[in-house]
């Protein structure tokens, strides 16, 4: 059965950082989604076996997706971060490769991240 786990949520200010950890392998595609509360979930970016990203508008030049192989860990690394990006960040792998269909197979539990204005 595949597990993927999140880790490295947490609260910072605005303006701040964030990793995001996610122990998974083998997958053709992986990507990352988010949730705020009393809203839909959305996809942040995604990445493929080729190492092609891509990042919604809303993160662009401030959240980068990327994939230790050696390690088996997905990574979402987030800068400059603001209060809109608060919520409950998934990574999912695996599925219908595009972070704007949502079609993933797997999905993880989730990690929280909380920005303060």
């Known amino acids: 059965q595949v597990q993927l786990v999140e880790s490295g949520g947490g609260s910072v200010q605005a303006g701040g950082s964030l990793r995001l950890s996610c122990a998974a392998s083998?997958?053709?595609?992986m990507a990352w989604f988010r949730q705020a509360p009393g809203k839909e979930r959305e996809g942040v970016a995604d990445i493929n076996i080729l190492g092609t990203t891509t990042y919604a508008d809303s993160v662009k030049g401030r959240f980068t997706i990327s994939v230790d192989n050696r390690k088996n860990t997905l990574y979402l690394q987030m800068n400059s971060l603001k209060p809109e990006d608060t919520g409950m960040y998934y990574c999912?792998?695996?599925?219908?490769?595009?972070?704007?269909?949502?079609?993933?197979?797997?999905w993880g539990q989730g990690t929280q991240v909380t920005v303060s204005s």
């Open positions: 083998g997958h053709t595609c």
């Open positions: 999912a792998a695996s599925g219908v490769c595009n972070f704007r269909l949502g079609l993933y197979t797997y």
